[in-house]
């Protein structure tokens, strides 16, 4: 079983775009999307939610007025300012560290589990998705990150399936990093602006470089800038990545969208055909590197 | 004044907006760029870097003469970030959140603070612009307190721009707060309504005033403006699909530059944010 990790750096490149497409193009796979707060996958895939689970992680102070003397302890012990001069805990900036739970000598503060989320399993016209929605202005999301992959790699081992495609996150942080450590590879989807490019050094710093994870790249809306595109391949060649395709800017991907189906499904013009070449070059080169 | 700049969907013109925004102001800017993860703002303003400083976060170090493995340590942590096995105490840096429990609790005195790197945090000009970004080091998951430190330099006598992360969740949240007003960005697309929506919810819990920018305005369907009418989302600033900003943008040219007119389409942005801001 393989899992390949969409992603990009840089955000609104298209990885999305082409996560859908592969849902069409991959045989034998499970879907899942890892970008858990701000999942799109589900808007083309329309999943038909068959098991849903809360996702509970973390720790939130809160102070009982009636129970505590405003000594202060707390304030003084928090590393995060939660806790405002008049001894309210702000659950948004409470890190759920606990200290100071640890250190009122009253036992004034209650340290209950957070609700974070939840997690879906489901069914789609191309098979089964495991997807996730982090509660509003929640943390943790790499911890649900992991709890989306471990569930996809449980199906797909009840299912004997080939796949797993994951729809990651923009950026190089904790999602990201929880996206793709121990993945079998990556998809890099960049742009040819000077501000994709600079991202796509980064994140491939941190896939192919940081952790030695085989890394492919592709270029969308090449030809917005056909120089800027010929310098992400000789970057690519100059760090032993497979560069594996560049898809032109085509209204089409947005109508698709519109109709709330992939790229694939939606036209049989040319850059369904270059997404589809993307993904048999990914095929042929993965018995190769992994 | 704090102006952030956030969206939900990445790749909406988050940078575009706060970029040209900052131009057009000219004077008595200050931009920071707290999307320490992937920063594009300098590619933009192209401020001559004056300073740059390595900035870390405390984590615990232990002192083994002195620890007596009471386990304290690894009681309070709530990250397994610090375990104490049999006569060993084990330190694990990329899990810890520096919250300084460890070190407050142990009995003994024998956890001290050293600091892990998190990134670097660089300063520059560029006329009235005074530039600041956080680059967040390869490998670090941990962004939220490298921009904490990145707002720890703001100037409240000027006017603060801050391009946020893309997203809704803790680094968003983390370079959102305490502004003055928030202007959202979005595309009218479906994937760019979802996201807007969640990003409305996360500005509505932190009860900030805010209002939208629609980039790329002719493309996609109405969906987006219909939601606004709905929720009472006020639609401040519309630019239209055109390639040759997209072409610009690609090379690292701003907006402003290529289409002066657009200076006085900001600056009226501003006026109205002030108003918005002070009611």
Redesign the interface.
Known sequence: MKEIVIISGKGGTGKTTITAAFASLVENKVMADCDVDAADLHLILSPDIQHEEDFYSGKTAFIRENDCTQCGKCVEVCQFDAISPDLVVDPVACEGCGVCVYFCPVNAIDFNDNLSGCWYISNTRLGPMVHARLGIAEENSGKLVTLVRRQAKLLAEQQNLDYIIVDGAPGIGCPVISSITGASAVLVVTEPTLSGQHDLERVVSLAAGHFQIPTFVCVNKYNLNEEMTDQIKEFCKSNHIHFVGQISYDDVVTKAMLNGKNIIEYSNGKTAEVIKNIWQNIEDKLGHVI | MIISIAS?????GK?TVAVNLALSLGNQVQYLDC????P?GH?FIKPEFQKSVTVGTPIPEVNKSKCTYCGKCGE?C??NAIVVIKNNVLVFPELC?????CW??CPENAISPIDRELGIIEQGKNGGVEFIHGK?R??????PPLIRKVKSEIDSNKTVIIDA???????V?ESV?KSDFVLLVTEP???GL??LK?AV??IR??KLPFGLVINRSD???DDVRLYCKEEKIDILLEIKND?KI??A????TSMVEIYPEYRTKFQELYHEIERRAGA
């Open positions: 939900g969907k990445g790749g909406t940078t999307d320490v993860e992937e594009n590619i309070i709530q990250y959140h520096s919250c300084a429990g407050l609790v967040l390869i490998g670090e998951a941990m962004s992360p893309p997203g809704t969740s803790c680094p949240i707060k697309t479906p994937f979802n996201d969640l919810e996360m819990t932190l493309i996609g369907n390639r997209a072409e943008y690609s090379r690292g």
